[in-house]
């Protein structure tokens, strides 16, 4: 399942490996700031390898739930220009409550038919395959319209 929530994006630019850190880190703030008022939280070291994640995201207590995690690296290319490389997957937090959602709506769905519509059992063997594949669709959906928000903010920050 985390390979279909995975996704690898390369973006070249005119600018310098120096000139795209410094874009970075005039977009990026450290972890775990409360009140952000940048889109993106991480750090990017000197060398060029990342790690953020979306800055606006669910708060609960000194936790939060990110929904993607972008990782990579900047590398300079002959002509003077950089390459940034992005590897936008799901996080771990998001995947743990993936696996322990589909289950439950799988379940409730199964009770709904047999217990509140008076369905009788077995349940048609379709159903809560149904139910399962939605879901997913679901979140693969929500994935690449965050992934895919995060690549053109990207995109239109480092040209």
Not at 43 to 49: T, V
Not at 141 to 149: G, Q
Request: contains cysteine.
């Amino acid at each position: 399942m985390k390979k279909l929530f995975s996704k690898t994006v390369t973006i070249e630019n005119n600018k310098s490996k120096e000139e795209t850190i410094t874009v970075f880190n005039q977009h990026i703030e450290p972890f775990h700031k409360d009140s952000s008022k940048l889109k993106f939280e991480g750090r990017i070291s000197l060398e060029g390898k990342f790690n953020i994640k979306i800055a606006d995201v669910v708060k609960m207590g000194r936790t939060a739930i990110y929904p993607i995690e972008i990782s990579g690296s900047v590398f300079e290319t002959v002509s003077g220009g950089s390459i940034i490389e992005f590897t936008i997957s799901d996080s771990k937090t998001s995947l743990i409550f993936r696996c322990i959602s589909i289950p439950f709506f799988l379940i409730i769905s199964v009770i709904l038919y047999t217990k509140v519509l008076k369905i009788e059992p077995p349940v048609p063997w379709f159903l809560p395959i149904f139910f399962m594949v939605m879901g997913l669709l679901i979140y693969y959906f929500l994935f690449h319209y965050e992934s895919n928000k995060a690549i053109k903010y990207w995109q239109k920050v480092l040209s």
